[in-house]
Structures are given as C-alpha cells and as structure tokens.
C-alpha cells in the first residue's frame, strides 16, 4: 500500500486518515471520534526497520487537548564549561503537524538565578548565557508551539543539568 489511506466508521464519517509510505505509516496521521471530533494526531517517521512515532497529540471527546508528546533536541557548544564561559544552548522542535511552527520557551536558570523567555519564527532558537559560579545547574524550561496565527499549539516542560568547572 502506498499513499493516502482512509478508514471509515460503519455509520460513515472518517475514523483514521493518513499516508503509506512502502506499506508504512508515514507523516501525519488523524483519528476521530464518531462524533467527527479529531481524538488524535499523530507523525510516524520510519527510520530503518523501525517505525516511530515523533509527535503525538490526544484530545477529550469535546475536542480539548489532553496530552502532547514530541521530542525536543537540546544540542549544547559542549559537555563542561569554567567560569565566565558563554553557554551556548540550541533549542530545536524536531516534529510538528504545523509547516508554519513557532517556538517561545520560558527557562528557569538555576546558573544565572534568572528567568529567561526567548521566542523563535521557526523550529528552533538559541539560549545563551554566561555562567559566574562552579557546580552543576539545571535549566527548567517550557517550550511552547504556535501555529502561523500565534495561537499556542500545546507546552512541553523539559531540562538540562549544565556542568561548570573551576576556571583554568
């Protein structure tokens, strides 16, 4: 099976919808309540023999959203930092049903003693700080996902422990 694949209720009305990519989900898949309320989203990425699911979002019968789940990459200039070094952070959206993504995260700098927000027009921003004291900080962060209208998709919380070194 290869390309779009919809799958009715009995009584008519889309219940599952989506494309085969080799007879592998693949991309954005939408399943529906008979109501024709939308009670999923889901992006399939086949990577090898594996398939994973990268994005999923649930909702309650009423259509309001109940759970968000997508991988976020946190990509740092490197593993250990000394005093007075400027962190870099690269904050990514890997996946998202939006073309149009935008990012804002709210960060709690254990590092800084500072609550930082950032805001980005595409998947990814940079966090970058410069750190005044040895010893392991995390940083708390919320990442929020806006469609092209800026209206929040849905928030994730994640963090990072930041390890920093006597200056040399």
């Not at 909702?59 to 946190?74: M, V």
């Not at 007075?84 to 709210?106: A, C, F, K, W």
């Amino acid at each position: 099976m290869h390309g779009l694949s919809t799958e009715l209720f009995p009584a008519g009305g889309v219940k599952r919808q989506g494309n085969y990519r080799y007879g592998v989900q693949d991309g954005i898949w939408k399943e529906y309540f008979k109501t024709g309320v939308l009670s999923q989203t889901r992006i399939y990425k086949s990577e090898s023999d594996s398939l994973l699911i990268v994005y999923e979002k649930n909702y309650t019968t009423e259509g309001k959203l109940n759970t968000l789940i997508y991988q976020i990459d946190r990509n740092f200039d490197k593993d250990l930092y000394a005093i007075n070094d400027t962190v870099n952070m690269d904050i990514i959206l890997r996946y998202s049903e939006n073309p149009q993504v935008s990012i804002g995260v709210l960060c709690n700098n254990e590092a800084t003693s500072t609550v930082d927000t950032l805001f980005s027009n595409d998947n990814k921003l940079n966090y970058s700080f410069i750190v005044k004291e040895r010893g392991n900080f995390e940083v708390n962060c919320y990442l929020y996902e806006y469609d092209e209208n800026d209206e929040e998709i849905g928030s994730r919380p994640f963090r990072d422990t930041i390890h920093i070194l006597l200056s040399q």
